[in-house]
């Protein structure tokens, strides 16, 4: 019950083309439609606007967005764009290929109106276009935020509703390598690069895993949400087994525990020969370094568990060792 249309806009026939949008929205769409393990995630629905294709207009994108946001009880929405946004006396405007100088496409305020008004589960929007973080701003403050850009925008969204923006309401967004400066870190994020211990990529972790990309003399990307439940947009690689975290408990009996190593966790005859699994207490070395890689537990000084073992020092667990012992331990993994 998740559905995604991704639009990209390359070719504007009244000038100022791109070059990176219909690669952003073909990209995105590969990485959205299945997780890194190949089972399905979101059934996309791909639209691009390229010389010598159909064209994205007004009425088309109007109606694409009436069909994504149509019977969406029970389901997780998203849709993304990329292409033009221009700013209007009446708020900012993701802009059609039939644009003309008094209607430019499709006012941010109407898509906005469809996430606050509609009975989805969740509702993620993300834009990456020029002024894309008045998406969600208050109507009638947006020209008086450009004119004076300094005022604090502000914004109204329904519960389960997340925006991510590529640039700040007064700023440009722009292009780098054949993408979207913004969706190029955020296909990365997706990728794998945003994820967390259990492979999970948020709106909250991509946007801090893209955020973290920009410095103070770029486009500043922009996330505003009221979440109750952040929604999973794509399941990458993991740091670690869930099973393995779910066994916290049996090797710390208490969260605050310390595990004395000894030479014989080490042991003797490494590497051990295919299909002989040790003993328990080189079973149990093994279990803690791949704990260690994935910065769950950790030693003091940090030395490395081999020298640990041989001065017979303690393992212990990190906070984020402590956070997933205590999921463990009430069983929520």
């Known amino acids: 019950m998740k559905r995604a249309i991704?639009?990209?806009?390359?070719?504007?026939?009244?000038?100022?083309?791109?070059?990176?949008?219909?690669?952003?929205?073909?990209?995105?769409?590969?990485?959205?439609?299945?997780?890194?393990?190949?089972?399905?995630?979101?059934?996309?629905?791909?639209?691009?606007?390229?010389?010598?294709?159909?064209?994205?207009?007004?009425?088309?994108?109007?109606?694409?967005?009436?069909?994504?946001?149509?019977?969406?009880?029970?389901?997780?929405?998203?849709f993304f764009f990329a292409g033009h946004?221009?700013?209007?006396?009446?708020?900012?405007?993701?802009?059609?290929?039939?644009?003309?100088?008094?209607?430019?496409?499709?006012?941010?305020?109407?898509?906005?109106?469809?996430?606050?008004?509609?009975?989805?589960?969740?509702?993620?929007?993300?834009?990456?276009?020029?002024?894309?973080?008045?998406?969600?701003?208050?109507?009638?403050?947006?020209?008086?935020?450009?004119a004076e850009n300094f005022r604090l925008n502000k914004s109204t969204l329904r519960e389960n509703v997340t925006i991510l923006a590529a640039s700040r309401s007064t700023e440009t967004s722009q292009e780098i390598d054949?993408?979207?400066?913004?969706?190029?870190?955020?296909?990365?994020?997706?990728?794998?690069?945003?994820?967390?211990?259990?492979?999970?990529?948020?709106?909250?972790?991509?946007?801090?895993?893209?955020?973290?990309?920009?410095?103070?003399?770029?486009q500043r990307p922009v996330l505003k949400t009221s979440l109750t439940e952040p929604v999973v947009l794509r399941i990458g690689p993991p740091w670690l087994d869930a099973t393995l975290l779910r066994q916290l408990p049996d090797h710390f009996v208490m969260v605050d525990s310390r595990i004395r190593l000894s030479p014989a966790h080490e042991g003797e005859g490494r590497p051990l020969p295919p299909g002989t699994p040790g003993t328990p207490e080189q079973q149990q070395f093994d279990y803690l370094g791949r704990l260690r890689n994935a910065n769950l537990v950790t030693t003091d000084g940090q030395r490395d568990h081999y020298w640990t073992a041989l001065e017979s020092g303690e393992v212990y667990l990190t906070a984020m060792g402590r956070y997933f012992w205590n999921l463990a331990k009430r069983k929520v993994l």
């Open 178 to 218: 054949g993408h979207g400066a913004f969706t190029r870190i955020l296909l990365d994020g997706l990728d794998g690069g945003a994820t967390d211990h259990l492979g999970k990529v948020t709106a909250l972790s991509v946007y801090g895993y893209v955020s973290a990309a920009f410095d103070t003399w770029q």
């Open 6 to 78: 991704l639009v990209g806009i390359d070719h504007y026939p009244m000038g100022g083309s791109l070059t990176g949008c219909v690669a952003d929205a073909v990209a995105l769409n590969g990485l959205l439609a299945t997780h890194a393990d190949g089972n399905p995630n979101w059934r996309t629905q791909l639209i691009t606007g390229e010389q010598g294709g159909a064209e994205v207009t007004r009425d088309s994108l109007r109606k694409a967005l009436t069909q994504l946001f149509a019977n969406a009880r029970d389901t997780d929405l998203l």
């Open 85 to 146: 946004g221009a700013q209007t006396a009446w708020g900012a405007d993701l802009v059609t290929q039939d644009a003309t100088e008094h209607s430019l496409g499709v006012p941010m305020n109407d898509l906005i109106t469809l996430a606050n008004d509609s009975p989805a589960r969740s509702v993620t929007l993300i834009l990456d276009c020029c002024f894309s973080g008045d998406l969600g701003n208050t109507p009638g403050q947006q020209t008086a935020a450009v």
